[in-house]
């Protein structure tokens, strides 16, 4: 773990790209023997499938920067073909659309400790990296756009728990990539709520050791204050307002508004609306449909501190919502 995060820390910090993609070679190593799991073939076809797919994208990033590097390449549609297939290989380690085949399919032979990892760490390098040279525009709206939709459509018939955490990520990302555009602060405001969230949901999963939609209702039975926060996490992952997760894009909207990106901003928040509808499905089949008694007074089980403190902050943010804005 502490070698990934080493390589992490390598690639962001370099003032080269070489540097760069040495970190991200250190990475993926680091990041192999995690999902690899004794007597579990699933992991193993996991870790199999993560690690062709992400030699292929190193293997065309490092091509491009040679490239990129050539002073022969003085001319400029060129270097912006370069720029893109360079983008395209971040792109497709983050696992965002068209790029993320992999991605549902090695996130489900996971454990639920590396479904985070995957989920939260592994997507900072690549996204600062393309928050470095986010220049080509319109390349960058459709895969927004593209993402969105994807995501949204793929999610909707989902019986695993985890593959619909890997759609709302991708969901997640760009809205991510599309702060990237006029705030740093922003983006980072953004996932650092996201990865709560995802933490919070990621651990009442683990807890209560479920993995498919069918497992959730029974799982939530006689336990009021599991099912409140996870319904809770889930509408404010969902961006619901006034939930914590509702806020950063709010502010992603207000400036493309301001910068009048009127056609996308509205085309987000109506793709948003797919992801959203999933979401309040699992919700509603857990409170609405779930008819079974519940015990009020039943007592918390976790025994992590550090889960029920990151509970007990986004809860909080619904009072102290008004004094955020305030500072930003």
Known sequence: ????????????????????????????????????????????????????????????????????????????????????????????????APFHFWFPEVIEGLNWFNCFILLT??????????????????????????????????GFNQTSLRKILAYSSI??????????FFSETIWFFYFIIYLILTFNIISIFKYLNIF???????????????KFFFCFNFLSLGGLPPFIGFLPKWLTIQFMIFLNWKFLSFCMIILTLLTLFFYIRLIFNITILNNNEINYFYSYPMKSYFLIFSNMVTLSSLIFISLIFNFL
Do not use: C, D, R
Not at 171 to 180: E, L
């Open 212 to 226: 498919f939609y069918n497992q959730i209702i029974n799982a939530f039975n006689k336990n009021f204050l599991i």
């Open 1 to 96: 773990m502490l070698i990934l995060m080493i390589g992490s820390m390598i690639s962001i910090s370099s003032n080269s790209w070489m540097g760069m993609w040495i970190g991200l070679e250190i990475n993926l190593l680091a990041f192999m023997p995690l999902i690899q799991e004794k007597n579990n073939a699933y992991s193993t076809e996991s870790s199999l499938k993560y690690f062709l797919t992400q030699a292929l994208a190193s293997t065309i990033l490092l091509f491009s920067l040679i490239f990129l590097s050539k002073n022969f390449l003085m001319m400029k549609n060129i270097e912006n073909s370069m720029m893109i297939i360079f983008n395209s290989a971040l792109l497709t380690k983050m696992g965002m």
């Open 171 to 180: 969901n997640h990302m760009s809205w991510m990539i599309s702060s990237m």
């Open 121 to 154: 760490w592994q997507k900072i390098t690549p996204m600062i990296l393309v928050m470095y040279n986010i220049k080509i525009q319109k390349f960058f709206f459709i895969i927004i756009i593209f993402s969105m939709l994807i995501s949204g459509i793929m």
